[in-house]
């Protein structure tokens, strides 16, 4: 955050702010528009070989 800080010349405090915006309004749409998806399956290696390798 601190280099997109840099290059658009704006707080930090304003970039994080936008992010949290941003992520609000995500969370927001995808909470009206998915509704009724069966998961038959879930797939979690990606997330392990991170937590693995850390």
Do not use: P
Request: overall charge positive; proline content about 0%; some cysteine.
């Amino acid at each position: 955050m601190r280099s997109v800080s840099r290059i658009t010349g704006v707080s930090i405090n304003t970039v994080t702010k936008l992010l949290v915006d941003a992520g609000e309004a995500c969370a927001e749409y995808h909470d009206k528009t998915v509704r009724g998806v069966k998961a038959e399956r879930i797939q979690c290696d990606e997330i392990w070989s991170f937590c693995y390798s850390k």
